[in-house]
């Protein structure tokens, strides 16, 4: 007769047991590395946002500052005719700065979060989807970004939020930052002098 061989209760208490600890351990370690991994998308995004407008300006430069017909700072970049920022009188608008594909140079009233997205989408090759507000970026799972504008002149601000850092509503809707640094992985582009900074919130 064959002896039959298996687990005791007590070896299977004891693997249950460690494959608990091995949990408790590795969890964390996996949610640490998706925040890590929402932290790399926004700065590498960034990154090649800043990139993108120094390539830009250093065009225009190397053309010698060219115009559009309307007398607007204007470079062929990629296939597309971007314009760019105007000098202000006092300094605090340097030229030379992506603004979109029509107005907005002066940074004034023109210059709205249309001229973001248009920026977005002319100035990075294959750009994940940008939504131009709340309602847009809900309607869809395509769009992967939110892109809001602030202030005027030499404040004029381009947000630009990784969506999945984002807060939810009740009904698991994506709810527009009221705070538009202070929540969610984002980062901001100002036309007057290209500043690029990212913001981890997340």
């Known amino acids: ?120 989408t002319n100035l990075l090759q294959n750009p994940p989807l940008v939504a131009g507000d709340i309602a847009e970026l809900n309607s869809s799972d395509r769009f992967k970004y939110l892109v809001s504008q602030s202030g005027g002149g030499s404040g004029a601000l381009c947000h630009y939020h990784l969506k999945e850092t984002l807060n939810k509503d009740a009904n698991n809707n994506y709810v527009a930052p009221s705070n538009l640094t202070g929540e969610g992985n984002s980062f901001t582009y100002q036309p007057a002098n290209s500043a690029v900074v990212v913001y981890i919130n997340n």
Not at 19 to 45: C, R, W, Y
């Open 1 to 120: 007769m064959k002896k039959q061989s298996g687990f005791t209760l007590i070896e299977l208490v004891v693997v249950l047991i460690v494959i608990g600890l091995l949990a408790v351990t590795a969890i964390p370690k996996f949610i640490d590395f998706t925040d890590q991994a929402k932290q790399a998308n926004i700065e590498g995004m960034a990154g090649g946002f800043a990139t993108g407008i120094s390539l830009v300006r250093a065009q225009w430069e190397v053309e010698g500052r060219p115009q559009n017909t309307s007398g607007q700072n204007a470079v062929n970049y990629e296939g597309t005719l971007m314009i760019l920022t105007t000098e202000s009188s006092d300094g605090s608008v340097r030229p030379g700065y992506a603004v979109g594909l029509s107005d907005g140079e002066n940074l004034d009233g023109a210059f709205d979060v249309t001229n973001c997205v248009e920026v977005w």
